[in-house]
């Protein structure tokens, strides 16, 4: 069986400078998107705030983790309600 994969692996096989190019250019690619969708950014300032409280990256990570799945219910909630609201409209004869 092969050698079993752990990100603190990866991490160590990244010269410090390549990382940091890495994460300018994924914060200049996020500041780019945000100027054509100025509507998400109040989002993004949610995230930056709670982030900035989270700690290291494990802890970052649960927390983003924690952001996408409470979202995730938000939407399937709506999504329910709209079903309820549309369903009736479905069943009746054009």
């Known amino acids: 069986m092969g050698r079993q994969f752990k990100p603190e692996d990866h991490d160590r096989q990244i010269r410090p400078e390549s990382r940091n190019e890495a994460l300018s250019r994924a914060v200049a690619q996020r500041d780019r998107f ?3 969708n100025p509507d998400l950014l109040c989002y993004q300032e949610e995230i930056d705030r709670v982030l900035n ?3 290291g990256p494990q ?3 649960a927390v983003l983790g ?3 799945e409470a ?3 938000e939407l399937r909630r709506q999504l329910e309600k709209l079903t309820e609201i549309v369903a009736p409209l479905s069943n009746q004869n054009p």
């Open 71 to 73: 979202k995730l219910d």
């Open 53 to 55: 409280k989270a700690g």
């Open 66 to 68: 924690f952001m996408m």
């Open 34 to 36: 945000l100027q054509q």
């Open 59 to 61: 802890q970052r990570m």
